[in-house]
């Protein structure tokens, strides 16, 4: 039997919004994967440690806060120190092409901006883990 890719969806910071983060985390699933919600306003040391509980594969962070450069860098920091490697990290949300390209540059398997497909999200998660 085929292990279900796991996907821990998180609201990360003070942004309220989470309608996008709800929409994705079921698109997710209705593919086929598993997926763990973690909800508002959660800490990177939040997810982090959430990650780690549910042994995901992928972490996905839904930021419309404008937090992302502060935010995105400790979660990864935070996977580095607990030697979870192999955990991919997406973004999705309003992220600026430069901002981007250096979450990119710091270890961010994929940035999805507004407008990104659910069909072309699902795809993407669908090829990290392979």
Known sequence: MEQRIRVLVAKPGLDG???GAKIIARALRDAGMEVIYTG???TPEMIVEAALQEDVQVIGLSILSGAHGAIVPRVLELLRQKEMDDVKVIVGGIVPDEDASELKRLGVA???QPGASLNEIVEFVRSLVV
């Open 17 to 19: 919004h989470d309608r």
């Open 40 to 42: 508002l306003r959660q």
């Open 110 to 112: 994929g940035v999805f």
